[in-house]
């Protein structure tokens, strides 16, 4: 049992001490989400194994009443297993399968667009002792992490309309894991925690649907996500021709409107009757 109710975390921090690592924040959350207080041990990426007695060089790590666990999603199982009686974070193989599923699909169409556009923000914020380790680690051959970043006011605006699975998914439900989060809304919301630590520059526009959940989550257990030097996700501005940064007053479908009976998918059949009218006139 936790001692003192109490869990230590190794961080993985920037230089003002908010955390940079997604694994970490998931791993945040999913202690808070077991009801226990984080005893974190700050640190950047200098310094992982000596910080952590060989344990590791690679974070997070916790430590539980001297038992060392590492990697997010082990430490994730480990707390599950361990301590069955308080709230539950994955439940079922089900969980798991749809958690990374849209872990995968956040990172792979929508992180992976928004890493060129903050990676000289994400090396000036490290500490002073990681900068040349960052510099080395994350700049792309035969370009600078300057020439990299530079052009993003028009990168940016492309990017929004890759969440909208995200926004369909989160329309009629407050939380990715039901009535309440569970650890499929942590691995998700570190993506946009990540983001909120090092983007010098909003990313969403202030209108953004899914703003309500990326605030609801931030707020989550006392604030976790509302650390001293996150930066507003929030304000990014439209040019003219930049496309719409979501579908506005979306049409329901089959993914989002159940067939109960004619009436239910009368607006959809006109508008294919208008549109067969249309061809057939061509």
């Known amino acids: 049992m936790a001692k003192d109710n109490r869990i230590t975390l190794y961080d993985l921090a920037l230089r003002e001490g908010q955390t940079i690592s997604p694994f970490v924040w998931a791993t945040k959350y999913a202690i808070a989400h077991k009801g226990f207080q984080i005893d974190l041990v700050p640190g950047g990426f200098t310094g992982i194994v000596e910080r952590t007695g060989g344990k590791t060089e690679r974070l997070p790590a916790i430590v539980d009443d001297g038992k060392w666990v590492l990697d997010s999603w082990l430490i994730a199982e480990y707390l599950d297993e361990t301590y069955p009686d308080r709230p539950t974070l994955i439940g079922s193989k089900q969980v798991e399968i749809a958690t990374k599923f849209i872990e995968g699909w956040l990172w792979g169409n929508v992180l992976r667009e928004w890493l060129p556009n903050i990676v000289q923000d994400y090396r000036d914020m490290v500490m002073d002792v990681d900068w040349d380790y960052v510099t080395k680690t994350r700049t792309p051959p035969g370009k600078t992490l300057e020439e990299v970043q530079a052009g993003r006011e028009d990168r940016l605006p492309l990017i929004p309309p890759k969440l909208e699975l995200l926004r369909t998914t989160l329309k009629d439900t407050p939380w990715l894991g039901g009535d309440a989060p569970n650890y499929t809304d942590y691995r998700a919301l570190a993506v946009f925690l990540f983001m909120s630590a090092v983007a010098t520059t909003p990313v969403l526009t202030e209108d953004d649907p899914i703003r309500d959940w990326v605030e609801r989550g931030f707020d989550l257990y006392g604030g976790l996500g509302r650390i001293p030097g996150m930066k507003p996700l929030f304000g990014l501005k439209l040019r003219e021709g930049d496309p719409e940064p979501f579908v506005k007053d979306a ?9 109960t009976g004619p009436e239910s998918t009368k ?16």
Do not use: I
């Open 251 to 259: 049409v329901g479908n089959g993914l989002t409107r159940r067939n």
């Open 267 to 282: 607006a959809e059949t006109e508008r294919f009757k208008a549109r067969l009218k249309e061809q057939a006139s061509a």
